[in-house]
């Protein structure tokens, strides 16, 4: 929270709450809606969504060390059988976002220097979704 109040600018005010109820342990913040100088604390969508999370993320791995590749591969596979919105998604949001947005990808460089339609060479086709789809 040190951390945040760095970003914010100001002192908050919270409690949080560890939450052992799922697969995943989880921990829930509740800020107080005040800033230092008592002010409405006005918090950016973005930090909201992503860099609360990013923060997190880096203090897990100062604490804890880098996730191993099994790690990352078992987070995946539960994304992909999630019936929300997960990382998964976010990512691949983004990069059907920047797909559209005309901004080229390392998959899209390899493709372009691929002998035929995909990185490695075999054909594929690319979808009204912005994806490549092997025929």
């Not at 976010?90 to 990069?95: E, G, I, T, V, Y």
């Amino acid at each position: 929270m040190r951390r945040m109040e760095a970003d914010l600018g100001t002192h908050l005010e919270w409690v949080a709450v560890d939450h052992w109820d799922t697969a995943n342990p989880h921990t829930h913040v509740v800020l107080r809606g005040v800033d230092d100088v008592g002010r409405d604390l006005v918090i950016d969508r973005e930090y909201l969504s992503h860099g609360m999370r990013r923060r997190a993320c880096e203090l897990a791995s100062e604490w804890l060390g880098p996730r191993t590749e099994m790690e990352l591969r078992q987070a995946l596979q539960r994304d992909v059988k999630q019936e929300r919105w997960t990382n998964l998604d976010r990512q691949l949001s983004d990069l059907r976002a920047r797909r559209l947005a005309g901004v080229a990808t390392a998959t899209d460089r390899r493709r372009r220097n691929a002998p035929a339609g995909t990185a490695d060479g075999s054909p594929s086709v690319l979808g009204p979704d912005g994806f490549g789809h092997a025929r």
